[in-house]
Structures are given as structure tokens and as C-alpha cells.
């Protein structure tokens, strides 16, 4: 069978991955734990059949109703951040080149989950709290790392402040004792000439 992401023809490769569970699939990036999976041996290129069936485009009602998404595969979709995660991209990603939208291709799946079916309601309903808690956090971590970040600026300054004025002060010692020194100089050469 043929998939997008890979030019060769893939087959079922499921005995074989579930003696090295430890290969990465290709789409999302997770071993290849059990379940079936297709693959090319000759490239160990390998995809989960969930991600091997994620469909090439999508519409997203609720996260993403203004354009129709494409399904990105790497190269094409590294750098960005999920909008729904915050993770960066780095396996299958749907992206809106004109919102620069992305989301993972597993994330989508948990967000648009069937509303008629309890286990994937369920399962989108813990995923979105989860990642609203991730996202609570995350905010909170990059709040407090600004607040040290500006803390050390401050205290960096500071440190600059006391050490220039270290050097003021040891300059005008240095200038002190030269003045007396001089001072010195010339009494001794007044009461010599």
C-alpha cells in the first residue's frame, strides 16, 4: 500500500515491530508499541495504522473553522509550535498556511473526537482539560523564568553599580596619595634649595 509521506510501498510489518518496539513511528513520532503498523524495512520508515489512516486534509469545526487544514509531514512541518499542545511540530502536523495554524495530527484527533461516541467524548474532554493545566502551567514557568531573567538583570546592574563605584573610590585614593605624595615632594625641595 502507498502512503503520501513516503515514496515506497509500505506493508504490514506488525511481527516484525513487535519484536524491537522501540522503533519511532513516523507520524507521531511514539514507539511502535503493539497494534498494526506498516513500514518500509529498506528505509525504517514506519507508521502506527491510526497515523497511517489520519486523512491528508480536514476541516475543524470547533479549533479551526475559517480554512480547510493539510496534513504536513517532516521536513515540511518542523519549527512551529501545536496550538494545541504547545509541543513543537516534529511528526504529522495539520497546518493553515494563512493562520499559520498548526496542530499535531494525534492532538487533532483527541480535539475532534466523535461527540457521539462516550469513550472518544470522554477522551477529548480529558485531553482538553489536560491541556489547558499544560498550558496553565507553562504560562506560569515562562512568567516566573521573565521575573528571575529580570531579577538577574537587576541584580547584574547592581553588582555593575558597586563595582564602578569600587573603582571611583579606589581612583580617588590613588589620586589622594598621589596629591600628597607631590605635596610632600615639594616641601622636602623647599627645605633643600
Known amino acids: 500500500m502507498q502512503h503520501f509521506s513516503h515514496p515506497h510501498q509500505l506493508h504490514d510489518v506488525s511481527t516484525t515491530v513487535s519484536h524491537n ?3 519511532p513511528c513516523f507520524g507521531c513520532k511514539l514507539p511502535l508499541s503493539g497494534g498494526t ?4 524495512s ?3 520508515f514506519y507508521l502506527h495504522k ?11 469545526v470547533d479549533s479551526h473553522p475559517k480554512h480547510t487544514v493539510g496534513l504536513l509531514y517532516p521536513p515540511y512541518c518542523q ?11 516534529n511528526g504529522f502536523t495539520y497546518n493553515c498556511t494563512l493562520c499559520e495554524f498548526n496542530v499535531h495530527a494525534n492532538c487533532a484527533a483527541f480535539l475532534h473526537a ?20 499544560i498550558k496553565a502551567l507553562k504560562s506560569q514557568l515562562d512568567s516566573f523564568m521573565k521575573q528571575k531573567q529580570e531579577s538577574e538583570e537587576e541584580e547584574a546592574y547592581a553588582l555593575q553599580i558597586l563595582r564602578e563605584e569600587e573603582l571611583r573610590r579606589r581612583r580617588q585614593n590613588m ?5 600628597m605624595n607631590s ?11
Open 175 to 179: 589620586y589622594t596619595l598621589q596629591m
Open 50 to 60: 491510526f497515523c497511517f489512516d489520519h486523512p491528508q486534509s480536514a476541516y475543524f
Open 114 to 133: 466523535d461527540p457521539n461516541n462516550d469513550r472518544d467524548r470522554y477522551a477529548s474532554t480529558f485531553f482538553k482539560q489536560k491541556m489547558s493545566e
Open 79 to 89: 519549527g512551529a509550535a501545536c496550538d494545541a499542545c504547545s509541543e513543537p511540530c
Open 21 to 23: 518496539k522501540n522503533l
Open 183 to 193: 605635596a610632600a615632594s615639594m616641601n622636602a625641595m623647599g627645605r633643600i634649595g
Open 42 to 44: 529498506a528505509c525504517n
Open 37 to 40: 503498523c506498516y513500514g518500509c
